[in-house]
């Protein structure tokens, strides 16, 4: 009923910029907070940014002044912009939300597909 995409993801070199976008789309009555993860080859998946539906951000200190989470509430759709990037933010970038459904009234948190970045040095 809830599925979220995501997209932008690719090949940079170092120093270089990506945007990914995630659209949340189905019965979704109202979208809580919203978050970027990403999981590298042979790591734990882990959180990056997180912002809420007040557009409150939380940031892992890592990409801290890098990379800016955004969500524009209007199209159920979440933002990273990432500058500077690493070959260390090589990884698979999830998006997550917790989504309000018509169906239930009840939250519950969803997930992406993911969308591959790879940093080159």
């Known amino acids: 009923q809830v599925q979220l995409v995501e997209s932008g993801g690719g090949l940079v070199q170092a120093g270089g910029s990506l945007r990914l976008s995630c659209v949340a789309s189905?019965?979704?009555?109202?979208?809580?907070?919203m978050g970027w993860y990403r999981q590298a080859p042979g790591k734990q998946r882990e959180l990056v940014a997180v912002?809420?539906?007040?557009?409150?951000?939380t940031y892992v200190d890592s990409v801290k002044g890098r990379f800016t989470i955004s969500r524009d509430n209007a199209k159920n759709t979440m933002y990273l912009q990432m500058n500077s990037l690493k070959p260390e933010d090589t990884a698979v970038y999830y998006c997550?939300?917790?989504?309000?459904?018509?169906?239930?009234?009840?939250?519950?948190?969803?997930w992406g597909q993911g969308t591959q970045v790879t940093v080159s040095s």
């Open positions: 912002i809420t539906s007040g557009g409150s951000r």
């Open positions: 997550n939300a917790d989504i309000r459904t018509v169906v239930t009234g009840r939250p519950s948190v969803y």
């Open positions: 189905g019965s979704i009555f109202s979208i809580r907070a």
